[in-house]
């Protein structure tokens, strides 16, 4: 079966919860939320993807990346009930914090009443981790330089993975956000 | 004392009954009786205990003198010998071991300072104000600078249903660079007569101590147990949260340790299993209210037979909090589709010069993993409880071995026809 793709962008207003429910037996969504906060903004996402089905396949992917003072709150919720026999559910988020007064809040949530499932989340919010710090000095670069280096590339990996048509389209959101 | 009862009192009417966590609408406030006199028995001869009760001692390998107080038939079991000499020896130290009700009497000035103030004040939740009416039972700590006791102290040297009171207060005091390893509870399920626990644990650990709770709960299933736990760490000092809630019907337990020094640290083990009837909803919170500050979070739950075991937890890094790293690792084991695993994690991250990571996983023994145990000899029960230790082992691992053997053997029995 074809994979569903969405992408939720993180915004200003009270976060309206987006629902993704996966009601065919073997769907399969890739949902990707993304937010980027510069300097005075607060912006937030809120998501829930529940498997209603039997072999149904998610899998969440947040990144967000905040500047200044900028402040990000992702919630984000897995939720497989009984009935969701064989499915398939994971969750990560990455928030990193680049700038000297960014704040964050994350809130990964699973849900699990079905044992024949494999469900999964993992969430790192805070600076760049000691490792990549390392690698990146290890190769000639000084800690600030591998930090803004992070932080420009941080949404390239989700993008790579977007049709360019559709990279335009969010990036355009996601730095008018 | 009796002003502070008397304003909890009036905290705990004020507070409304907490609805984001498991039902509790089944708490009927004027049916339990807030005071027992500890030497009232439930059976009033070992022959009137049911013979299933009798089987759980029997299979755990529980002394025949503990099994009389587990029960209910006798209220009281010291064991004197060991207890008294041990009593001698932290007495020279200048250390301070005895009920809480006593350390009021004797030791006013420690308890006025250290009793709910800082640590749980009785404003904190309507189950800690309700406790701070009419607390009674417990025991009072106090380890002076420096010294580190090497054996653990157990509330088991004076198991006597004083100390396993429904509102018990636990306060210890580690001062600076002392060490002490506190144990509590047993793992033999423990029929009371109350329908609400509600303890509170205040623990202080001061300037470069180290302090460990460790506390195994096994309530019978008719229990609401309802506490607060919290530890101040000050300046690099280390808190151990290690617990394991096997018993009771509905658990809501989320040990706090609030690191308000520098470089101070924290490490939660927990493990939480929820059978047929049973709600657990625990977990753990850590502040991290300075620089250089570290904790870690391992929990492990089981829910079979339609319980539900729920991880509720919050990381917190405040403002200026430089350097604070923190992990999280929860895993659960759904053994089932009628029972329920959730995880609500909190992670509030107010200072970019943070590292936070969280993972968890929901799983089920695998069809495969059985199977190989079984080629191998082994019935389907055993193989079931040998997956299930395993899967326990990080946080059992570090339980006082005579802990982690009854508890292996106690999840054998628990796990013999929970597979299905």
């Given amino acids: 079966m074809k994979t569903d793709i969405r ?41 829930r993807v529940i498997h209603r089905s039997p072999d149904t396949k998610s899998q969440t992917i947040v990144r967000g990346l905040a500047l200044g003072n900028g402040h990000l709150s992702f919630s984000g919720a897995v939720e497989l009930p009984t009935g969701a026999k064989g499915a398939d559910g994971r969750f990560r988020a990455d928030v990193l914090l ?42 000639g670069l000084t800690e600030k330089e591998a930090a803004e280096l992070i932080a420009q590339g941080f949404f390239q990996p989700v993008l790579s993975e977007l049709s360019e048509k559709n990279v335009k389209m969010i990036t355009k959101e996601l730095y008018e956000a | 004392m009796l002003k502070k009862r008397l304003r909890a009192l009036e905290i705990f009417e004020s507070k409304p009954l907490p609805t984001w966590g498991p039902d509790l609408s089944g708490l009927n406030f004027d049916d339990i009786t807030f005071y027992i006199d500890p030497t009232e028995k439930r059976f009033q001869s070992w ?24 029960a209910g038939v006798v209220a009281q079991y010291e064991s004197e010998g060991l207890y008294n000499s041990l009593k001698d020896k932290w007495a020279k130290l200048g250390v301070i071991f005895c009920s809480m009700d006593e350390a009021v009497q ?18 904190d939740n309507k189950f800690a104000a309700l406790h ?29 249903a004083e ?48 302090g460990r709770y460790t506390t195994i709960q096994n309530w019978s299933t008719d229990v609401y147990n309802l506490n607060t736990k919290r530890a101040l760490v000050e300046k690099d000092g280390q808190m151990e949260w290690v617990g394991g809630s096997l018993g009771s019907g509905v658990t809501m337990l989320y040990p706090c340790s609030m690191l308000i020094g520098q470089g101070a640290r924290a490490d939660h083990l927990n493990i939480a299993i929820a059978g047929p009837g049973q709600h657990k909803d625990t977990g753990a919170k850590v502040i991290h209210g300075a620089p250089g500050t570290s904790s870690s979070i391992i929990s ?23 350097g604070a790293k923190t992990k999280t690792q929860c895993d659960a084991l759904l053994m089932d589709n009628q029972s329920k695993a959730n995880t609500w994690p909190h992670m509030y991250v107010y200072e970019p010069d943070a ?55 106690l999840i054998g029995l628990e796990m013999e026809g929970s597979v299905g």
């Fill in chain 2, 300 to 322: 492990k739950s089981i829910a079979f037979g339609g319980g539900i075991s729920s991880y509720r937890g919050l990381t917190r890094i405040t403002k200026g909090a430089k």
């Fill in chain 1, 7 to 47: 992408v939720v962008i993180a915004r200003n207003d009270e976060a309206v919860e987006q629902v993704f429910e996966l009601t065919e037996p073997g769907a399969e969504l890739k949902l990707y939320v993304l937010g980027r906060a510069e300097a005075g903004q607060k912006l937030s996402a809120k998501t």
């Fill in chain 2, 355 to 409: 590292q936070v990571g969280h993972e968890a996983t929901t799983s089920r023994i695998e069809a495969e993993q059985l199977f190989y145990l079984r080629s191998r000899g082994l019935t389907e029960a055993e193989a079931v409880a040998m997956i299930v230790n395993g899967f326990l082992e990080p946080v059992v691992k570090e339980l006082p071995l005579e802990y982690a053997v009854e508890l292996n053997r």
């Fill in chain 2, 47 to 70: 022959d009137e205990v049911p013979a299933d009760v009798k089987q759980v001692y029997e299979r755990i390998g529980v002394p025949e003198a503990e099994r009389k107080f587990l």
């Fill in chain 2, 132 to 160: 701070g009416a009419v607390w009674s039972g417990g025991a009072f700590l106090y380890v002076p600078p420096s010294v580190k006791l090497e054996e653990p102290v157990q509330t088991y040297f004076f198991m006597n």
């Fill in chain 2, 163 to 210: 100390t396993y009171g429904q509102f018990e207060h636990t306060l210890i005091i580690i001062d600076k660079g002392a060490k002490c390893h506190y144990i509590e509870g047993c793992t033999a399920p423990k029929y009371g007569r109350h329908s609400l626990h509600s303890a509170v644990v205040e623990v202080f650990v001061k300037e470069g101590g180290q």
């Fill in chain 1, 98 to 139: 680049a700038g000297p007064d960014a704040t964050a809040e994350a809130f990964p949530i699973l849900e699990v009443g079905e044992n024949t499932v494999s469900a999964a989340h993992a969430a790192a919010i805070g600076r760049v981790s000691d490792k990549q710090l390392f690698y990146l000095r290890s190769r």
């Fill in chain 2, 106 to 123: 004797k030791y006013p000035d420690m308890v006025k300072e250290y009793f709910m103030t800082r640590c749980v004040p009785a404003g």
